[in-house]
């Protein structure tokens, strides 16, 4: 049974009101209120755990009442229930919703994730390096290595979630971080591309042609759309399903990290087709992600919002 535990700052005088909200929510469970037994701020303690599927309505309501302005509202995942009561309950009344995503913590997320701190634009230009060194010998797990250590994908989600809700300054933010970030990477890519072609460090491989790593990188193509577009899905289906991991971290980053090498070795090898390809397949598949990204957010919450007027309406029309 998913559930979250809500621990609430409540003003004595939305008190009332916030009780009767969460009395009449059937999904509501473990209700308890302690009166001032709170200080900075001031306040009543509300506690209960509600079932995530009615969760987005009942923090909707607490919101509009105001406590997150004069109190707190704090969201703690539970991670294991042993509640008969709450599995009768949510059979019965939420059905397919029982597994609806609590968009205020998909939300929270995404905006940890898009905070732009010094590590941010050191993981990117490490990245970088690592990929140039995959690109240079034609190693697949360095590659993936990149992948691994590239941050990038927080920047995108928050400048999905910024277009999603029309918040100029998350837009303008997260493409700053991405613009600043992805030069500073290739900066210092390029600085040690240089480096390696100066002291004559490439393999021989590469330095006859071969580089299959590279032609795939840099060869934007039908291929490239479909892979930036399922990874655009899957990284915010997968925020939303509370599925992330190192690995979906790697398939998102499939499409940015190693092009933004590819860029940097390109240019200090004297590649410049291939330096220009790279570079559209960068801005081709960010963009990709961004606009994919931002569809399914909105896809998922207008399916949700759909599942719970169907579950609504069915309800009403049994109790009618």
């Avoid at 105001?66 to 509640?83: A, Q, W, Y």
């Avoid at 960010?286 to 990204?293: K, S, T």
């Amino acid at each position: 049974m998913d559930m979250i535990h809500v621990r609430a700052v409540c003003p004595p005088d939305l008190t009332q009101r916030t009780m009767a909200l969460l009395t009449a929510e059937p999904c509501v469970l473990n209700l308890h209120l302690q009166v001032g037994g709170v200080r900075n701020p001031d306040g009543d303690a509300i506690e209960c755990d509600i079932l995530t599927g009615a969760a987005n309505e009942v923090l909707r309501g607490l919101r509009d009442l105001g406590i997150e302005h004069r109190g707190s509202i704090v969201l703690d995942p539970v991670d294991t229930v042993f509640s008969e009561r709450a599995d009768k309950v949510g059979a019965e009344v939420l059905g397919a919703r029982l597994r609806a995503p609590v968009w205020e913590q998909v939300e929270a997320r995404i905006r940890a994730e898009g905070r732009y701190s010094p590590s941010f634009y050191l993981f990117l230009a490490i990245a970088g390096v690592i990929g140039a060194v995959g690109i240079l010998t034609n190693s697949q797990i360095l590659i993936v290595a990149a992948m691994v250590v590239g941050p990038e994908y927080g920047a995108i989600t928050s400048v999905a979630l910024g277009i999603d809700r029309r918040s100029r300054p998350r837009i303008r933010k997260g493409l700053t971080a991405l613009l600043v970030g992805f030069l500073l990477a290739i900066a210092a890519t390029l600085l040690f591309a240089l480096l390696v072609r100066g002291f004559g460090l490439q393999p021989p491989a590469f330095e006859l042609g071969l580089r299959p790593v590279s032609h795939l990188i840099d060869t934007p193509d039908f291929y490239s759309v479909v892979v930036a577009v399922l990874a655009g899905i899957v990284g915010i289906v997968s925020l939303a399903e509370e599925r992330t991991s190192a690995l979906l971290g790697v398939f998102i980053s499939v499409t940015t990290i190693p092009a933004g090498a590819d860029i940097a070795v390109s240019l200090a090898f004297g590649s410049w087709d291939q330096a220009w390809g790279s570079l559209l397949q960068l801005l081709l598949n960010i963009v990709l992600l961004i606009a994919v990204g931002t569809g399914t957010l909105k896809c998922q919450r207008a399916i949700w919002r759909r599942v719970s007027e169907r579950r609504r309406e069915h309800a009403v029309r049994r109790t009618a």
